[in-house]
């Protein structure tokens, strides 16, 4: 069929880094077949390509549209968002690819700078812990630490009473190899807690700085509560 030709045609110019001509073949498909998701997907592709975002947006919206299950139009749509500083959908992009590719270390990565960008560190440590988990040395996901860490230590200058604050500071060390102020921060999340009476979160983060310093071969004692 002339659709498929087409397609398989713009393919190939797409491989070549003919983008161009790829875009006139994938909107012929287009016209021919207005629901080939492939086509849909490849066309945002090639607008990527040459730099035009804001032509891909829509080919990546209707492909997931026409393919809910297209991790790839997904990934490609993510990164639309994030480049309009649409965190929020774009969360919800990257989302669905990490449920549908738990190994795509890209996705993984750029859900964790969205999630910094929106501050929401917890689960941005979350996401960089699991890209570390494929690829221990990964040095995106350390830089993005040490940015997570630089964020927290500024809120904690303005709002030193926030115990969630310290507690996401201590994950970010930890993962960082930095036993010393992973404890020190648990400990300080730990004390707060305490202070404001939250007897649930204090038993969870107790246990958490319990397991920091079994870790880093360090003794409780020598943290008392400030």
């Keep these: ?126 996401e960089f812990e699991a890209v570390m988990r494929l690829n221990p040395d990964d040095s995106d996901a350390k830089y993005n630490l040490v940015r997570v860490v630089a964020e927290l230590k500024e809120t904690l200058q303005t709002k030193p009473d926030r115990a969630d604050a310290y507690y996401n500071l201590g994950l970010a060390y930890d993962l960082l190899e930095d036993g010393q102020n992973a404890v020190n921060s648990m400990i300080q999340a730990a004390y707060l807690h305490n202070k404001n009476r939250s007897n649930a979160l204090a038993e969870e983060v107790n246990k958490k700085f319990r397991g920091l310093c079994k870790k880093y071969k360090l003794k409780p004692e020598n943290f008392p509560l400030k």
């Design 1 to 126: 069929d002339d659709s498929e030709a087409r397609f398989n045609l713009g393919n190939s110019y797409q491989e070549l880094g003919k983008h161009n001509e790829a875009i006139a073949e994938f909107k012929e498909v287009i016209r021919l077949k207005p629901d080939h998701a492939e086509a849909r997907y490849r066309l945002g592709v090639s607008y990527d390509k040459l730099g035009k975002y804001q032509d891909a947006f829509p080919e990546y919206k209707e492909a997931v549209r026409l393919k809910p299950d297209h991790a790839d139009a997904h990934y490609n749509l993510g990164n639309s968002y994030r480049k309009i500083g649409k965190y929020e959908e774009a969360v919800t992009e990257f989302k669905e690819v990490t449920r549908r590719k738990p190994d795509f270390i890209e996705a993984h990565k750029d859900l964790g700078v969205s999630y910094r960008k929106l501050l929401k560190h917890e689960e941005a440590i979350a």
